[in-house]
């Protein structure tokens, strides 16, 4: 039994999936069928879905079984190949048992704050970290960890933090701090907003931090924690620091220190929910039929 991870791939080049398991890292599994195997001639390949789990090649095997009518065999040099839609693999894969799942149980804790998961899933969507799940382990998300007290969960990008939220204490609310640029400071009715909420902006005095970086930190349940994101400038700014600092780590191929930490249960719970809220706007913005 070897932990590891179950991923679906898709290609714009053609209608077939791939379905896959490796007890590497995502990224270098990706590189690796991009760039030297035989499934490079039919991607490139993004990555779908992807689920870490105590036994990969038990979940691998089942959905093999699932799906193996659909079983691509007339092309050289593949194995894994099916004609089945991202859809119906994603909710397989999904199938899998929760007690297969690693680190399931802290994820599940974590959630129970239904307003903690929309903050996290906001910031991935302003952030660009949906479209950065391939590098996961250049940048990080752990959670539930006793640094400083105890913070609900921390997302560094290399080596450096770039937000985490503290655990308040005797009925204090929790403290959220944020890296973007400062071309915040060009919105004074977002800065009044972080003042009265007992924040404020101060100076990034990592050394890591990039240049033009500043942390915001203020005061909030998750409930309206997340209301900072519709502030003037706030989209503005993330994308400014954050993307650039993606695009920095993509190009280097690098990793982060902090990788063992990272929870992909959690990213991976956050992917299904972005996938369900998308599914409600769409189901809501449909004509109704006469």
């Known amino acids: 039994m070897a932990q590891g991870f179950v991923y679906i791939l898709v290609s714009p080049n053609n209608n077939y999936i791939k379905i896959g398991g490796t007890e590497r890292p995502i990224d270098v599994r990706l590189r690796q069928i991009n760039g030297t195997e035989s499934y490079a001639d039919h991607g490139p390949w993004a990555l779908s879905d992807f689920l870490q789990v105590t036994d990969w090649q038990l979940v691998e095997g089942k ?10 065999r007339d092309i ?14 994603r909710e397989q894969l999904r199938s899998a048992p929760d007690n297969l799942r690693v680190g399931h149980d802290k994820t599940l804790e974590l959630f129970k704050d239904r307003g903690l998961q929309l903050f996290l899933f906001k910031l991935f969507q302003l952030t660009g970290l949906f479209g950065n799940l391939d590098i996961q382990g250049s940048w990080t998300l752990s959670i539930l960890t006793s640094t400083m007290g105890g913070r609900w969960f921390t997302l560094n990008i290399g080596s450096h933090e770039v937000c985490f939220s503290t655990k308040g204490r005797n009925e204090v609310k929790p403290t959220h701090h944020l890296m973007l640029d400062r071309l915040i400071l060009d919105y004074p009715d977002t800065i009044i907003w972080i003042g009265k909420h007992g924040g404020a902006v101060e100076n990034a005095d990592y050394k890591s931090a990039r240049e033009r970086a500043v942390v915001v930190n203020f005061q909030s349940d998750f409930a309206a924690a997340e209301r900072i994101f519709g502030l003037p400038g706030v989209r503005r700014a993330l994308i400014a620091y954050w993307s650039e600092s993606l695009a920095d ?6 990793k982060s220190t902090y990788a063992r930490y990272h929870s992909y249960d959690a990213v991976a719970e956050l992917l299904e929910y972005k996938r369900a809220t998308e599914n409600v706007f769409a189901s809501a913005n449909k004509s109704p039929v006469a």
């Open 63 to 72: 959905l093999h079984r699932h799906f193996q009518q659909q079983r691509i």
């Open 76 to 89: 050289a040099g593949t194995r894994e190949l099916f004609n089945v839609s991202p859809h119906a693999a």
């Open 249 to 254: 780590l993509r190009e280097r191929s690098a």
